[in-house]
C-alpha cells in the first residue's frame, strides 16, 4: 500500500499572501489542524499549522520574554517570535522547511515519518506539485480497511504454519528460539519452552496468532530469567 492508495487529494491549499485571519478562518470552518502553502505553479512552498497561530498578539498569547532569557536566546529568536505574534500575511508565518512524501512512497515508510518527526500530517507531492495529504487520521482509516479486507481462507498445513512462523521469529532480535519449541497440530500452535521476559512470551503469542492458517494457539511457555556463565 502506497501513499496514493490512503491521501485524501481534495487538498485545502492557500497562497503566500493570504491573510492569517483566512487561514484561521479555514480552519475552524473547514475543521482542520493545517493547510499547505503552493504557489502560482502548484508546488508547495510552506505549511501553516495550529500550532502557528497559537502564539498571537490579537489572543493576548504572543511570547512575552524576560529580559535575561531575551539575552540568552538572542535578538533573531525574539524578532521571530514578534513576527509570529503579529505578522498579517501567512508568508510571515509559515513553516518553510516542509517534509513530503511521494505518492509512491510506502505506508509503512510514512508511519515512520509522522513518529520520526512529530508531526500530525505530510503532504503528498508528485512531479514537483502537491497532490494529496496524508493525516495520521489516513493511516487508522487504512489499518480499518485492511482487518475489514475480505479474504479467503487458505488452508494450510501444520508443516507449513511451523515453517513461517519459525521464519517470522528468526528475524525478530528478542526472540530466544533456541529454548522453545513450536508444535503444531491441524492448525493449533503450540508453544513450549523458556522465555526470558512476560513480554517477549506476549510478542511469541501474537507471532503465532497472526500467521496465517492458525486456528488457535496454546501457550505452554514458562517465563525464566535466562542464567549466563561460564
Do not use: C
Request: hydrophobic share 45%.
Amino acid at each position: 500500500m502506497k501513499a496514493r492508495d490512503i491521501m485524501t487529494t481534495q487538498v485545502i491549499s492557500v497562497r503566500p499572501g493570504v491573510s492569517v485571519a483566512q487561514v484561521a478562518d479555514i480552519l475552524v470552518k473547514r475543521g482542520i489542524s493545517a493547510v499547505p502553502v503552493v504557489d502560482e505553479k502548484g508546488a508547495i512552498v510552506g505549511i501553516v499549522s495550529e500550532g502557528d497561530l497559537i502564539r498571537r498578539a490579537e489572543t493576548g498569547t504572543a511570547r512575552r520574554r524576560s529580559w535575561w532569557l531575551s539575552l540568552l536566546t538572542g535578538e533573531v529568536s525574539s524578532a521571530s517570535d514578534f513576527i509570529k505574534a503579529n505578522a498579517l500575511k501567512v508568508d510571515d508565518i509559515m513553516t518553510r522547511d516542509v517534509v513530503t512524501v511521494s505518492d509512491e512512497t510506502p505506508v509503512q515508510e510514512i508511519a515512520e515519518v509522522l513518529e520520526k518527526k512529530h508531526i500530525k500530517r505530510v503532504p503528498v507531492v508528485a512531479n514537483g506539485q502537491l497532490v494529496g495529504i496524508i493525516s495520521r487520521a489516513n493511516l487508522v482509516q487504512a489499518l480499518a480497511a485492511a482487518i475489514h479486507r475480505p479474504h479467503l481462507e487458505v488452508a494450510q498445513s501444520d508443516t507449513t504454519i511451523r515453517d513461517q512462523l519459525t521464519e517470522r521469529l528468526k528475524k525478530e532480535p528478542w526472540a530466544h528460539l533456541s529454548l522453545m519449541n513450536i508444535v503444531v497440530t491441524d492448525g493449533v500452535v503450540h508453544l513450549w519452552g523458556i522465555v526470558p521476559s512476560s513480554v517477549e512470551k506476549n510478542a511469541i503469542r501474537v507471532a503465532a496468532e497472526s500467521t496465517p492458517g492458525v486456528r488457535s494457539v496454546a501457550d505452554h511457555l514458562s517465563v525464566r530469567p535466562i542464567e549466563t556463565g561460564y
